[in-house]
């Protein structure tokens, strides 16, 4: 059984920054991730963030990533176990992973779960068929692999993630034949939506799928307008030749290791399904483990890198690692964080931020 | 179904390896995943579901959904969307929810 | 309208263009950028404090046209590509845009192209005065184009059919 300080769960923006923030602070920190790259998401993100300097706005999410890996790979204090993944989390504390086939087992004093989300899926007949997948998926078989995911393509869902994989597909080289969204309004930043609309691809909001067909692979889509009452309306049928259809319907928190650790967990629709009560901290009720990213709600890269740090710091601290210019530092993660969720576009997140948060216990 | 150019990317391929499909010769990059290198040769469906038998595809790409999960060499329930390719893989589609020997 | 359909209105297009009088002067950036969201590249990229500072970086970008001597800097740090520069002094009958191009093939210089309006609908054929891609554009190249007078307010984007 090896003793470790902080052992950090997933290897994606908010992982590699906790694990930055707790090595600065002096902590010994075992990162682990179940690929066999760090970076996460990060590393299919062609596009410019957004934000301030401080989270990378106007650099490339792909280009962000190598910055944080550098860092990581850089730092003396961090030991980094890719192909790994956590089994299970145990009542004492001790935490069971697999790499390569071998079992290990890890005893940490402080845990920190970043562990993401992953993409909801839509109901409709044949919605199981080949030719429809995640946005996500064709992000990555795009943009890591260089493989495209078909010929004409269905994008349902224009919140960032649709928006931001149309433009990527029209990139690659691929037809983006329209982008639908059941809501009556458009989810996404509106400049990503009028840069996608200004090379003709329309922007179908109250539009869902009716079905999908085709033989052994997606070769036809029904679309259907809806009404207020977001019910289909009769004769609205608009039928597309697509064999791809992209599902960008949301995203749902990682978070069964959460569940198995005995953390309290709440239903809150804002962050995508059921996530931890964490205190201001992002320490959850079970005092060992910490979250940090979309696994404790759905938001974007650039909060979940924020509350990496803030993870790590605040781990880091609990068992007497305090990063030298803690009060500064943490005071300034948490304005970025503040900021980044000011706006309208934060509206949902304070909303369930609300729902989420509970008062620090005496522990 | 390969991007041979990209505005934004270079891909670092790994050298190019033979492997079968259900007894076909199929060729990809080394290190890719085995769903990267099937799609690329336009192979799509990848298993049955179990029960209703209907096809299947991949659909997260990134090892959670289980919606990929094929035979390699001799090893059911692969997820081939994370598995790296090797030279003389065997991939078979999966029937049933597979067994180990 | 542009948020049911990510098309900005006439009046949204209206209010980030700038006065005639700043127009005859010379460049000038046009930034069409109508969301509070939490990103400041635009101000943050300006040497010239045209864009003003943000004081929440929720705010929408307030440029000083009377400041801004159209230097191109915002338009490729743009994450979202909503900024172009429009010089109305290029000629009698012509305008030029820069605006930010990430699509393969990229045009080449003296090539005509398909100039597409915010729909994406052709408006006409405009020539390509000047293709930058330097190593700060980070691969968001400037494509410099000679545009009919007449599609002033209605051009924003190019086809390249090669």
């Not at chain 1, 290791?257 to 320490?283: D, N, S």
């Not at chain 2, 919606?67 to 893989?89: A, H, Y």
């Not at chain 3, 184009?145 to 007449?150: E, I, S």
Request: hydrophobic content about 40%; overall charge negative; glycine content about 10%.
């Amino acid at each position: 059984m090896k003793h470790i300080e902080i052992l950090i769960v997933g290897g994606g923006p908010a992982g590699l920054c906790a694990a930055i923030s707790a090595a600065q602070s002096g902590a010994k920190v075992m990162l682990v991730e179940r690929h066999d790259h760090l970076g996460g998401q990060l590393i299919k993100q062609t596009h410019m963030f957004f934000g301030s300097e401080k989270q990378y706005a106007g650099t490339r999410g792909i280009d962000i990533s190598t910055i944080l890996t550098d860092e990581i790979a850089n730092s003396e204090n961090i030991e980094v176990l890719n192909n790994a993944t956590v089994l299970a989390i145990y009542e004492d504390g001790v935490i069971t992973l697999e790499q390569n086939h071998k079992y290990i087992k890890v005893k940490p004093e402080r845990v920190i779960i970043a562990t993401g989300a992953s993409e909801k899926s839509l109901a409709f007949p044949n919605n199981d068929m080949p030719g429809i997948y995640g946005a996500g998926a064709v992000q990555t078989l795009m943009n890591i692999h260089g493989v495209k995911p078909g010929h004409n393509v269905l994008m349902v869902g224009a919140g960032n993630i649709g928006l931001i994989v149309s433009y990527q597909l029209m990139q690659a080289g691929v037809n983006v034949k329209a982008i639908l969204d059941a809501s009556p309004k458009i989810g996404g930043y509106l400049v990503h939506a009028s840069k996608i609309r200004r090379m003709g691809i329309p922007i179908l909001t109250r539009h869902t799928v009716l079905k999908a067909d085709g033989k052994d692979s997606l070769e036809h889509a029904t679309v259907v307008e809806l009404d207020e009452r977001w019910q289909p309306i009769p004769g609205s049928e608009k039928e597309f030749d697509v064999d791809v259809m992209c599902v960008s319907v949301g995203l749902s928190p990682l978070s069964e290791l959460l569940f198995q650790a005995g953390c309290e967990m709440k239903m809150v629709r804002e962050f995508g399904g059921y996530v931890p009560l964490r205190t201001e901290h992002l320490r959850t009720t079970n005092p060992q483990i910490y979250i940090a990213g979309d696994v404790g709600g759905i938001e974007e890269a650039s909060s979940a890198m924020v509350e990496g740090h803030l993870a790590g710091l605040a781990a880091a601290k609990s068992i007497g690692y305090e990063h030298p210019e803690f009060e500064r530092v943490y005071v300034d993660y948490n304005e970025q964080l503040e900021a980044l969720r000011a706006g309208h576009a934060g509206d949902h997140i304070r909303a369930g931020m609300s729902k989420a948060l509970i008062k620090e216990a005496s522990c | 179904m390969r991007i041979h150019e990209h505005p934004v990317l270079t891909y670092e391929k790994g050298r190019e390896v033979e492997f079968t499909c259900n007894g076909e010769i199929v060729v990809g990059y080394e290190g890719e995943t085995i769903a990267a290198a099937l799609h690329a040769a336009g192979i799509k469906v990848l298993k049955h579901s179990i029960q209703n038998h209907r096809p299947r595809g991949f659909y997260c790409a990134i090892g959670n959904c289980s919606s990929c999960l094929m035979e390699v060499d001799g090893v059911p329930n692969v997820r081939i969307c994370v598995e790296p390719l090797k030279e003389g893989m065997i991939v078979k589609t999966q029937e049933g929810k597979g067994a180990l020997e | 309208m542009l948020e049911t359909t990510g098309i900005p209105s006439l009046e949204q297009v209206n209010s980030s263009f700038p006065s005639m009088e700043r127009l005859m002067q010379g460049p000038v950036a046009i930034v069409e950028c109508f969301q509070r969201i939490p990103c400041n590249p635009c101000a943050t990229s300006c040497k010239r404090g045209a864009i003003v500072p943000f004081e929440d970086i929720n705010d929408l970008p307030n440029i000083k046209h009377e400041t801004c001597n159209g230097c191109s800097l915002c338009v490729f740090n743009c994450p979202g590509l909503a900024i172009m520069v429009i010089d109305y002094t290029y000629s009698e009958t012509e305008v030029t845009f820069k605006i930010p191009y990430e699509f393969i093939p990229l045009p080449s210089e003296g090539d005509f192209v398909q100039g597409l309006d915010r729909e994406g609908q052709y408006l006409c054929d405009v020539k390509v005065l000047k293709v930058q891609n330097t190593k700060a554009m980070d691969r968001t190249p400037v494509i410099t184009l000679a545009v009919d007078k007449a599609y002033l307010k209605t051009f924003r984007n190019i086809k390249v059919v090669k």
